[in-house]
């Protein structure tokens, strides 16, 4: 008997944008497209973390409504940081408790990168929320996570779109969800720190579609106006996600149907 194919969904980076991530597994259980892995960078570990807790989409709507910056991150002029991300540990804890990757509802990966090599690292063993944190961790910004002999910093700078975590995982289609997309013209970089993230941001377009094209299937909701820190913004971050991949269910379900029709094909050897 021919085995269904196994979707992985593959959430990117983009700080406050992430919350539509969350229209995105809106859309997905309305279709019914079932997730059985899920690899996330930075704002998307976050939301796949809380997703492979067992939360619902529409419970990870109501926690969003509840995060702001105050409460998530502190200052801390450090040599390494300007900021202590480990609000963020304590908000991931207090909502689903303090888990280790071994009690999650599904495979889960939060993909940080070792500052020292550059390479991603795929975070799944030991506490969920010490590794979100380590993948939320944007250089210069937020503290870098220690974690044995690797020095942890935001997974964005490695793999923006983590698809290639997914299929690591064992996916056999993915789903990418990219929301590192420029700010309009019209809206210029408003202080030094969203400089800085603009500046990287568009170094960082070569390797971004290099990842996200690493995806068979990828959703990028429009979110140009919105500010990477906008956290106030929870209905419509989620409601440009959950049209974004509204839009992409006929393609999703196109490939599900090819894969399925490839795997049931009689006589064929296996890769």
Do not use: K
């Not at 809106?26 to 976050?46: N, W």
């Not at 801390?76 to 540990?89: C, H, N």
């Amino acid at each position: 008997m021919a085995r269904e194919p196994r979707i992985g969904l593959a959430l990117g980076g983009g700080f406050a944008r992430g919350v539509a991530h969350i229209g995105v597994l809106q859309a997905l259980a309305a279709h019914r497209i079932p997730v059985h892995v899920v690899a996330g960078t930075s704002a998307g570990s976050l939301v796949g973390a809380l997703f492979a807790a067992g939360c619902d989409p529409g419970q990870m709507e109501r926690l969003a409504g509840e995060m702001n910056w105050r409460s998530l991150v502190r200052l801390r002029l450090r040599r390494e940081g300007l900021l202590d991300a480990s609000g963020l540990e304590r908000f991931l804890v207090a909502r689903v408790g303090d888990l280790h990757f071994s009690d999650l509802c599904l495979p889960f990966a939060a993909v940080a990168t070792d500052l020292l090599t550059g390479q991603a690292v795929l975070l799944t063993q030991g506490r969920v929320a010490t590794a979100v944190r380590a993948s939320c961790a944007y250089p210069g910004l937020f503290l870098p996570v220690r974690s044995g002999q690797h020095t942890l910093v935001d997974g964005g700078i490695s793999q923006p779109v983590p698809a290639a975590a997914a299929r690591q995982m064992g996916a056999d289609l993915v789903i990418g969800v990219e929301l590192s997309q420029g700010r309009s013209p019209a809206q210029p970089p408003r202080n030094l720190i969203h400089i800085m993230l603009e500046s990287l941001a568009l170094v960082q377009q070569p390797l971004i579609r290099e990842s996200a094209a690493d995806a068979d299937v990828l959703i990028r909701p429009d979110l140009q106006e919105f500010s990477v820190f906008e956290l106030d913004r929870v209905g419509e971050l989620v409601a440009r996600g959950r049209a974004a991949a509204e839009a992409v269910i006929p393609r999703i379900r196109a490939r599900l149907a090819e894969l399925s029709g490839r795997a049931a094909e009689p006589g064929q050897a296996a890769h």
